[in-house]
């Protein structure tokens, strides 16, 4: 009788996606992060922007 801690390949593939998202969990962090401060930061300047046409 083998002695598996995941016996089928459907729990291994769960197993192995659950590692790959924890070792990358700070880097995909980062990213998001960086992603929103762009993102408010274009929005902010096409609101500067919109404001300056605004008044002119």
């Known amino acids: 009788m ?7 390949p459907q729990n291994r593939r769960i197993h192995r996606v659950r590692l790959w998202i ?5 880097l995909m962090l980062t990213s998001a ?3 929103t401060c762009y993102g408010i930061g274009a929005g ?9 046409e605004q008044i002119m």
């Open 22 to 26: 924890t070792r990358r969990r700070n």
């Open 44 to 52: 902010a300047v096409g609101l500067i922007f919109w404001w300056c």
């Open 2 to 8: 083998k002695s598996s801690r995941h016996p089928n």
């Open 33 to 35: 992060l960086r992603g």
